[in-house]
Structures are given as C-alpha cells and as structure tokens.
C-alpha cells in the first residue's frame, strides 16, 4: 500500500453555524492524532445563517481548512460533489456535517484502506427515526457513488 501523503475531508454543510465549531474541533483532533497531512473542505450548501462566516474563520486559524460556498442550496449530493472535485489528497473521506459521521471513525477507515480496500463504506444501524424516502435516496446515491468510484480509486466515501 502506498503512503497517504495527504487526506481530503469533504464536510457538506447547511445552516451550521452553531454546530461547525465543535464537529472542526473533533475532526481536528482526530486528523492530529493520526499524523497524517490533511485538508478540510467545508462545502456551505447555500446556508441562510452565518454558517460560510464560521468556515472562513476557522480557516483564519488553521490554513489546512478550506470553504467553498454554493449560490443556493443544491442539496447533500451536489455538494458531496462539488467537495470532492476541489480537493487534492490521495483518499477522500466524506461526513455530515451534523455529526451523523463520528470523525472517530476515520482511523478505522484509514485502516481498511491499507488493508488494500480502494472503497470503505460504513454502513448506518437502521433507526426508527429515518423515512422511507431518505433510506431510498441514500441508496441510489450510494449505489451511483459507488459505481463512479469504482472508475477512480481515489474516491472514498463514507
């Protein structure tokens, strides 16, 4: 396995502001701890608060954050995707930026990928709370994502 020379986080967010601060920190934390070089992209999904003013003063704190913001909202695929078209790291790690993802987990991630693995999906415990119509759009997309993966072995997700 060749050596991750650089992470890429993409971190899609919608009307955050209150939450970014916290997720940055333990994403931070996590990313520090496994010394390896990282980026982070947060992607504002045409927020109406002041969710792309706390992504550019997080990056006034630490340069390895980057923020790109959409002119309205797109939704969590477009701006999966317009996060992974703008980073440069040799794996790609993908979170909500609500904290459904625990960056806790990037380690183990990390760890499957050198075991060889050029996808690693993590895979959600039902719950009771999610509809019917989200569980089915979250399975086209990650079909789809998969497929387009599968062409580039760059892409992880998440």
Do not use: C, W
Not at 60 to 71: M, Q, T, V
Not at 72 to 100: C, K, P, S
């Amino acid at each position: 396995m060749e050596k991750i020379n650089l992470i890429s986080i993409v971190v899609p967010v919608y009307n955050e502001y209150e939450n970014l601060s916290f997720l940055n920190e333990r994403l931070v934390k996590v990313l520090t701890a496994i010394n390896i070089p990282y980026e982070i992209v947060y992607v504002d999904d045409g927020s109406s608060d002041d969710t792309y003013l706390r992504i550019t003063e997080l990056h006034k704190a630490n340069n390895k954050i980057r923020g790109i913001i959409l002119s309205r909202n797109f939704g969590h695929q477009i701006a999966l995707t317009a996060g992974m078209e703008n980073v440069t790291g040799d794996i790609i790690v993908t979170l909500d930026g609500d904290l459904q993802h625990p960056p806790e987990v990037i380690p183990d991630l990390i760890a499957a990928y050198n075991k060889g693995f050029d996808v690693v999906n993590t895979a959600r415990e039902e719950h009771q709370s999610i509809s019917f119509f989200k569980k089915q759009t979250s399975k086209m997309f990650y079909k789809l994502f998969n497929v387009f993966a599968q062409r580039n072995p760059k892409l992880e997700i998440q």
